[in-house]
């Protein structure tokens, strides 16, 4: 169903009125769906999914990953407490950061997490700290353009990310003094990647500085997996990817001389298009040229559109028949914050509410408290039933770490 007013049978409209509005809402069997869509599609190969935390880390949405069968993908310490809070054993977390303190390293090895390392320095430090006693994961930086724009483009030679493939000596050499074991090879080379070509030549890179690693456990080949912002849009080919990466993997490892896991670490993909952000519409205004929605909402919740010119479907909730008309869809922020121009929807009037689709990813969790406002309520829905799995914040919490100057 492309628009739903109904998840799981729960009235989408209805949660805004229980719950209030703004509201991001979650269909757990969606995300279920997807991991089993990429165990499905990666069965030829040890398949261990590392779930992005960064796309959404709401604590029960990591207990619904773990109980689907993934583990995480952390980029901070915060993520890694919340991930070991929702039942993640150390074991299956990987600490995936950049340009961090070696103290937040420190702490991650001391929880049990996997590092994995993104500079020539931090690999040093850790030689010197560690020695032999701390496998750890090296990201590779294979110099490949990829992912939907430049802002989420970091893989190529211009990017922060990564050792680049380039200084595959020095590494050698790094790993060799400290006698650093090197258990896993990282590549990530973007988001919205459509293109299943782009697995195969990261993985490529991957393979061949493999062969310099004897003590190997695994390969992770990222995320990026693009899905479906709008009606008609391709996603990723996980069926492909799945073949013609799976094959180069088993052929590589019958090269390298004995099975190694095969990691990926998908955040969109497994929980952009199970979210729903709602909103309801407080102004209907009629400029010169525009017909604007103004809602409860802004790019304080959800910032793709500002950010990134990211596309969302949006569809009224309250009106899902009759004739329609174009809006543009703005937010209460005070700069320009626009969620949609001339979208066509069922005419809307004051108090209707709206959906936001692929709300799951980068949704929340690059929400902020621009202009004092407050972050919004978050609802599961889970086996047929909505719970709320994060309170709205109140004028308290936003308040709760100032200081006033004493009088
Ligand atoms: N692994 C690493 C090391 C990453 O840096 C990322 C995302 C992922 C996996 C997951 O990528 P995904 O499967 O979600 O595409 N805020 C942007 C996306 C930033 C992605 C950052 N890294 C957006 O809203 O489009």
């Known amino acids: 169903m492309l628009r739903p007013t109904h998840i799981q049978g729960v009235s989408l409209k209805q949660l805004s009125d229980q719950f209030g509005s703004p509201l991001y809402v979650y269909d757990g069997e969606k995300i279920e769906a997807q991991v089993q869509a990429l165990q499905q599609a990666f069965a030829s190969v040890p398949l ?100 939907g724009n430049l802002k989420i483009s970091v893989g190529h030679k211009e990017s922060k990310f990564g050792i680049s493939i380039a200084q595959l000596p020095q590494i050698l050499a790094l790993v060799e003094q400290y006698q650093i074991p090197i258990v896993g090879l990282h590549v990530h080379t973007g988001s919205d990647i459509y293109d299943a070509e782009v697995f195969l030549e ?32 391709l996603a990723t080919d996980i069926q492909k990817v799945g073949k013609i990466v799976g094959t180069a993997f088993q052929e590589f490892c019958a090269r390298y001389g004995r099975p190694l896991e095969f990691w990926i670490e998908p955040g969109k993909y497994l929980v952009s ?82 959906a936001i689709k692929n709300a799951g990813a980068y949704g929340f969790t690059m929400a902020s408290n621009y202009n004092m406002r407050l972050r919004p309520a978050e609802v599961l829905i889970w086996k047929g039933k909505a719970q709320l799995i994060r309170k709205r914040e109140t004028f308290e919490d936003l308040i709760a770490n100032q200081i006033p100057l004493p009088s």
């Not at 960064?54 to 901070?76: H, P």
């Not at 001391?110 to 931090?122: E, K, Q």
């Not at 062969?211 to 997996?225: A, T, Y």
């Not at 304080?300 to 559109?305: G, Q, S």
């Open 48 to 147: 261990r999914i590392k779930y992005a935390t960064k796309a959404l880390s709401t604590l029960a949405i990591l207990q619904l990953i773990r109980e689907a069968g993934a583990g995480i993908d952390t980029v901070s310490i915060g993520e890694i407490h919340v991930g070991l809070m929702a039942g993640h054993e150390a074991k299956d977390i990987m600490y995936t950061p950049s340009g961090v303190a070696f103290k937040e390293i420190e702490e991650a090895v001391a929880l049990g997490v996997m590092v994995n390392i993104d500079s020539l320095s931090l690999l040093e430090k850790f030689g010197k700290k560690y020695g032999s006693s701390v496998p750890a994961c090296l990201r590779i930086n294979p110099h490949i353009l990829a992912g």
């Open 202 to 233: 990261s993985g490529k890179v991957l393979f061949d500085a493999a062969m310099h690693f004897p003590k190997l456990r695994f390969l992770d080949f990222g995320g990026g997996f693009k899905v479906a912002y709008r009606e008609g849009e």
């Open 273 to 354: 298009e199970a979210g729903y952000f709602l909103t309801t519409v407080n102004v209907v205004k009629e400029s010169s040229s525009l017909h604007f929605l103004g809602v409860d909402s802004g790019l304080n919740h959800l910032i793709r559109p500002m950010m990134y010119e990211a596309y969302h479907e949006i569809y009224n909730l309250s009106n899902t028949a009759g004739p329609k008309a174009t809006y543009t869809v703005v937010g209460y922020i005070c700069e320009t914050d626009t969620f949609g121009a001339q979208r066509e929807l069922h005419e809307v009037k004051e108090g209707d509410v709206l």
